[in-house]
């Protein structure tokens, strides 16, 4: 069945540290990703996205890394701050058809001042 | 640029109820979808409309329906409300659909009661 898993519900770190989210996902039909920022009594706030023609894509601080042969995805976060602290999503979708998104539970994570 | 509208915010039903939730896209998207989001878990897909048509509908009963209007706006009704269907739904907009990052908006908070 379709499923879109993270390896790690929860994640601390140091203010100024290096973030890793990683994501696991299942269909291999899937062809494009995207992960999303969610505060606390807000929606999910785009971030970034790949598709599956890409191994790495790097935006503002951000950096996504997908590894087809393992069905795996990554979010890197650069010198992380207080306000990256919040719940990360990671999502699959399709580039052709329904714009349908399969989102995993999320990752939870605090920055420590 | 004002980014997904929804409304109401917050809305509480009893059981067997119907309601209905509003959403204004991004100006210039054509594609509105809708998730439902149980607390802890990740968005759920429950439809999506490109002008105007329907063009993907998730794992949910017929009590759910949309439709979307002319100036791309949406609605989500559901009927016979449950307990169950506590949640946040939240709604997002596209340019033109599949593969395209999606813009969400902050939701409404439905409670039944």
């Known amino acids: 069945g379709e499923s879109v898993g993270l390896h790690l519900p929860t994640l601390s770190v140091q203010e100024g540290d290096n973030s890793i989210i990683n994501c696991a996902y299942s269909?291999?039909?899937?062809?494009?990703f995207i992960w999303y920022k969610q505060e606390s009594g807000k929606g999910p706030q785009f971030i970034i996205d790949?598709?599956?023609?890409?191994d790495k894509r790097q935006g503002q601080r951000v950096t996504v890394l997908l590894n087809k042969t393992v069905k795996h995805l990554s979010l890197q976060i650069a010198a992380t701050q207080p306000g990256d602290s919040a719940v990360y999503f990671c999502?699959?979708?399709?580039?052709?058809?329904?714009?349908?998104?399969?989102f995993g539970k999320g990752t939870k994570l605090t920055v420590n001042p | 640029d004002a980014g997904v509208t929804q409304s109401p915010t917050h809305l509480i039903k009893t059981r067997g109820q119907h309601v209905t939730l509003r959403c204004s896209p991004i100006?210039?998207?054509?594609?509105v979808s809708w998730y439902q989001q149980v607390l802890g878990q990740g968005p759920q897909f429950i439809f999506q409309?490109?002008?105007?048509?329907?063009?993907g509908r998730g794992n949910f009963p017929d009590r759910f329906s949309a439709r979307q209007f002319p100036n791309y706006s949406s609605e989500l009704n559901v009927n016979a409300l449950l307990l169950g269907d506590s949640a946040l739904y939240l709604c997002?907009?596209?340019?033109?659909?599949?593969?395209?990052?999606?813009?969400f908006g902050d939701g409404t908070r439905l409670s039944i009661l």
């Open positions: 269909n291999s039909a899937s062809d494009y």
């Open positions: 100006s210039g998207h054509k594609s």
């Open positions: 409309y490109y002008e105007k048509e329907e063009r």
């Open positions: 790949i598709r599956s023609n890409m």
């Open positions: 997002a907009s596209s340019w033109q659909g599949s593969g395209q990052p999606q813009h």
């Open positions: 999502a699959e979708g399709s580039q052709g058809g329904s714009e349908k998104l399969v």
